[in-house]
């Protein structure tokens, strides 16, 4: 299919039976040189390019958003992020349900994100209209959708809806602004944004990484079910190179491979004393046949890394594949309660590849006094 009009959000359902894309603005397809007129909108079409047909045209999009659809462009069938063009689409497992971000005015928001059905039918809001969608996700079974959207100002939202344009729930606010590696789980359990996976009931949290080392990862992949994670990021030492490794995390692996184990940790007391009037002891062995680089410690409010403490986060080598840090302390302002004790060990291997390891003890609590 040749045309001359803007394709975006391109995607196929799970089983590769059906393709689905937005043509962004009224153009032509040509077979060899000669133009026949095409009209924007939501399309499907069979893997092997027939039986090609119009699921949403613009009038649809303009009654919903209480305006007419003028001559070529608006509303206009994209997203006004062009660094997320290609994820202003997504379709379920079974390309049942679809979900797409669009345009009042070309070029210029508001946006909103619809729904609809594969033949066509209920089309309806899921999400907007607002200043503008940046993306927008589905998971397999269209319990939840995800956004990524500016509702005002400068700052980014990102959240869940469900697919009936109910139970909104914004998960995070930030300025990092518009590439997270955000995408759901098949079931629409979790949702990955950054380096966090969120629970999408906002039932709690976990971050992925432990700070001050090179294989935290910033912008992830992940499977089906959130147990494994592929990213790369710049290797230390090279950053005017921009020489880069390809890393993958496992949660609750089956073999640790060339990671560190780490053994028999202990935390005395298990608890951290906020502004460090009383500072504990966190220690761990490190069994591995490649070099410790190095151990640190990092504590986790509601599954999240607090801000580091002033003093230093890092375990010293014992001599005897022990690492010890009398320092566990809490900054000042962090309010009493439990916590995870996250202790991060990373090794270099005789090709000088990274691998790590981290763990989270419990129980571990903040106390504002011992």
């Known amino acids: 299919m040749t045309v001359d009009t803007g394709v975006a959000g391109l995607k196929i359902e799970g089983d590769g039976r059906r393709i689905f894309f937005l043509l962004d603005r009224d153009g032509n ?16 079409m069979n893997a092997d390019g027939s039986g090609m047909r119009q699921i949403v045209g613009p009038a649809a999009l303009a009654a919903l958003f209480g305006t007419s659809a003028n001559n070529s462009l608006s509303p206009e069938f994209t997203v006004t992020s062009q660094n997320a063009i290609n994820q202003s689409l997504s379709v379920t497992q079974d390309g049942a349900h679809i979900v797409f971000g669009a345009n009042k005015f070309a070029q210029n928001g508001p946006g909103a994100i619809f729904g609809v059905n594969l033949d066509g039918s209920g089309l309806h809001f899921v999400l907007g209209p607002m200043r503008y969608i940046v993306r927008v996700g589905i998971s397999a079974n269209a319990l939840k959708v995800f956004y990524d959207a500016y509702p005002s100002g400068s700052t980014v939202e990102t959240g869940v809806v469900n697919f009936d344009g109910s139970g909104q729930l914004a998960l995070r606010h930030d300025g990092l602004g518009e590439a997270p590696g955000v995408k759901l789980t098949a079931d629409g359990t979790l949702l990955l944004a950054y380096d966090i996976l ?17 294989l935290t990862p910033g912008s992830p992949v992940m499977n089906s079910t959130a147990t494994r994670f592929v990213y790369s990021f710049v290797f230390p ?28 940790p202990s935390v005395d007391p298990a608890y951290a004393v906020a502004g460090g009037s009383k500072p504990g002891t966190v220690s761990t062995g490190v ?5 410790v680089v190095g151990v640190n410690y990092s504590i986790l409010l509601n599954g999240l890394v607090e801000d580091l403490v002033n003093g ?8 005897d594949g022990t690492f010890t840090s009398h320092n566990v302390i809490a900054t000042s302002t ?8 996250r202790l991060f060990a990373e090794v270099s291997d005789s090709a000088g590849l990274l691998h790590g390891t981290l763990i989270d003890l419990s129980p571990f609590a903040v106390v504002s006094q011992p």
């Open 29 to 44: 397809i040509y077979n060899g040189t000669h133009g026949t007129f095409i009209q924007r909108g939501l399309y499907v």
């Open 198 to 214: 969120y629970n999408t009931d906002g039932s709690g949290a976990l971050q992925l990484s432990a700070p001050l080392n090179p």
């Open 334 to 341: 962090s309010p009493a309660g439990p916590r995870f004790l």
């Open 287 to 291: 069994s591995s046949t490649n070099h």
């Open 312 to 319: 230093d986060i890092f375990l010293k080598d014992n001599g």
């Open 237 to 264: 030492g090279t950053y005017s190179q921009g020489l880069t490794q390809l890393a993958s995390a496992e949660i609750n692996p089956t073999s640790f491979g060339s990671a560190p184990v780490l053994v028999n």
